[in-house]
């Protein structure tokens, strides 16, 4: 195991990143509904760091004197356990703050009792990272929805090796690269700044990967399709941390694929392919591929296979060949009847506005039943709540998502890379 050197957390305001700012909220200590009469007083923050829904509003500047002092002599009487409750319950990316308060805070990240809280508390809430490498170092920034704010994390000390981001899950990110002599698969937890490489797969080569965690077991697969161009037929592998070794599995029966994005939920993996038409479908649990005949809409441009919530299967995709009939829909897969049914469309305007022209590339991508769309050359996010049935934009994401490679994220100190 590897261990970052630097835990280079750092607040992106108004989209681009502060020169070496550490966070720094302004937190009011008094209680609600106090009224404030100090002269310095600045905004007050109000934050509901849990719920997709809740909004953050963050300010900058001195911190607010507080009408009622606190009694440092029953405040630093606090239970240890009922401590270590409210550190789990904080939003993960202010944990790194916290820690420079006292050295039994900074060794909090290490303690089993704290870990074991924080595994038991719901998770913060979907998150953005973004990954690129600039002339000197990998670069990787998160998003948090809840908070609506941006945070650098530093990757400067992974291996100088050309690197691709496979994927996210349960806390972990995955990605693929090559040093120069063989193909590498790279695991870490961006959060505990932990990462190691895993062993060699019997077919060592660039293959269409997936991270699937389990938290249940405490454990996470990598599996491992066909050769990322199509151009040999190798056997499936899966990588089980608990046995940390690839075991091989059949090959898949498919010989023209649509696609090279797949889509994982409720322990199958879906991929889009020509020949047969359809999908192909991994059962993990048997180690099998089957075909499902779902044929799929008429014109389609191009599809990205998207996992939801539960069994929820999705595909986004343009309609129409020429540009000014192009719009963007969502099709859910019905299981039972093995056809596509149209759910949603993306309104002209956020269309027009993420896409101008007609050939432009966009990412898709998902997580629960939230979908995001990213276009390359705009540097946009858009977001679809399938639940709410709502669009809206990201703010603040030119400069992170132009010409970087981006999933969904779940922050999570208690995800181990073993």
């Given at each position: 195991?590897?261990?970052?050197?630097?835990?280079?957390?750092?607040?992106?305001?108004?989209?681009?990143?502060?020169?070496?700012?550490?966070?720094?909220?302004?937190?009011?200590?008094?209680?609600?509904?106090?009224?404030?009469?100090s002269p310095s007083r600045q905004k007050v923050i109000k934050t509901k760091p849990r719920g997709f829904d809740e909004e953050t509003v963050a300010t900058f500047g001195k911190v607010i004197q507080a009408d009622i002092q606190m009694e440092d002599s029953i405040w630093a009487l606090l239970p240890e356990d009922l401590l270590i409750e409210v550190l789990a319950r904080m939003p993960p990316f202010l944990i790194f703050r916290l820690?420079?308060?006292?050295?039994?805070?900074?060794?909090?990240?290490?303690?089993?009792?704290?870990?074991?809280?924080?595994?038991?508390?719901?998770?913060?809430?979907?998150?953005?990272?973004?990954?690129?490498?600039?002339?000197?170092?990998?670069?990787?920034?998160?998003?948090?929805?809840?908070?609506?704010?941006?945070?650098?994390?530093?990757?400067?000390?992974?291996?100088?090796?050309?690197?691709?981001?496979?994927?996210?899950?349960?806390?972990?990110?995955?990605?693929?690269?090559?040093?120069?002599?063989?193909?590498?698969?790279?695991?870490?937890?961006?959060?505990?700044?932990?990462?190691?490489?895993?062993?060699?797969?019997?077919?060592?080569?660039?293959?269409?990967?997936?991270?699937?965690?389990?938290?249940?077991?405490?454990?996470?697969?990598?599996?491992?399709?066909?050769?990322?161009?199509?151009?040999?037929?190798?056997?499936?592998?899966?990588?089980?941390?608990?046995?940390?070794?690839?075991?091989?599995?059949?090959?898949?029966?498919?010989?023209?694929?649509?696609?090279?994005?797949?889509?994982?939920?409720?322990?199958?993996?879906?991929?889009?392919?020509?020949?047969?038409?359809?999908?192909?479908?991994?059962?993990?649990?048997?180690?099998?591929?089957?075909?499902?005949?779902?044929?799929?809409?008429?014109?389609?441009?191009?599809?990205?296979?998207?996992?939801?919530?539960?069994?929820?299967?999705?595909?986004?995709?343009?309609?129409g060949l020429y540009s000014t009939l192009q719009s963007m829909r969502i099709w859910e897969l019905d299981h039972a009847k093995t056809v596509w049914v149209e759910i949603s469309r993306m309104p002209p305007k956020y269309f027009r506005a993420l896409l101008r022209l007609s050939a432009e590339r966009f990412e898709c991508f998902g997580q629960d039943n939230l979908i995001c769309f990213t276009s390359w050359n705009q540097g946009k996010?858009?977001?679809?709540?399938?639940?709410?049935?709502?669009?809206?934009?990201?703010?603040?994401?030119?400069?992170?998502?132009?010409?970087?490679?981006?999933?969904?994220?779940?922050?999570?100190?208690?995800?181990?890379?073993?």
């Amino acid at each position: 195991m590897e261990r970052f050197r630097e835990v280079g957390l750092q607040v992106v305001k108004n989209g681009a990143f502060g020169e070496d700012e550490s966070l720094r909220y302004s937190v009011p200590l008094a209680r609600t509904g106090s009224r404030n009469t100090s002269p310095s007083r600045q905004k007050v923050i109000k934050t509901k760091p849990r719920g997709f829904d809740e909004e953050t509003v963050a300010t900058f500047g001195k911190v607010i004197q507080a009408d009622i002092q606190m009694e440092d002599s029953i405040w630093a009487l606090l239970p240890e356990d009922l401590l270590i409750e409210v550190l789990a319950r904080m939003p993960p990316f202010l944990i790194f703050r916290l820690r420079s308060v006292c050295r039994r805070w900074n060794s909090i990240l290490q303690d089993s009792s704290f870990l074991a809280s924080h595994s038991q508390v719901p998770s913060h809430g979907p998150c953005l990272l973004t990954f690129w490498k600039n002339s000197h170092t990998h670069q990787c920034s998160v998003f948090s929805l809840p908070l609506k704010t941006w945070y650098k994390i530093s990757f400067g000390v992974l291996p100088d090796w050309a690197f691709w981001l496979v994927g996210s899950s349960g806390g972990l990110v995955c990605f693929c690269g090559f040093d120069g002599i063989s193909f590498k698969t790279l695991v870490c937890n961006p959060l505990t700044q932990t990462w190691r490489t895993l062993p060699r797969m019997h077919y060592n080569q660039q293959r269409q990967l997936i991270l699937v965690v389990d938290r249940a077991e405490r454990s996470f697969k990598v599996i491992a399709a066909s050769d990322i161009y199509g151009d040999r037929t190798l056997p499936t592998e899966v990588y089980d941390s608990k046995l940390d070794s690839w075991s091989v599995h059949q090959i898949m029966p498919a010989v023209n694929l649509c696609s090279s994005k797949m889509a994982f939920c409720d322990s199958r993996l879906y991929l889009e392919t020509l020949s047969p038409l359809g999908l192909m479908m991994y059962r993990v649990d048997t180690g099998h591929w089957e075909h499902i005949p779902a044929k799929f809409p008429r014109a389609l441009l191009d599809g990205y296979l998207v996992a939801g919530a539960q069994k929820r299967l999705f595909l986004v995709g343009r309609i129409g060949l020429y540009s000014t009939l192009q719009s963007m829909r969502i099709w859910e897969l019905d299981h039972a009847k093995t056809v596509w049914v149209e759910i949603s469309r993306m309104p002209p305007k956020y269309f027009r506005a993420l896409l101008r022209l007609s050939a432009e590339r966009f990412e898709c991508f998902g997580q629960d039943n939230l979908i995001c769309f990213t276009s390359w050359n705009q540097g946009k996010g858009l977001l679809y709540d399938v639940d709410k049935k709502t669009w809206s934009w990201i703010a603040g994401c030119a400069i992170q998502l132009c010409n970087s490679q981006v999933c969904f994220y779940e922050p999570r100190f208690d995800t181990s890379i073993y």
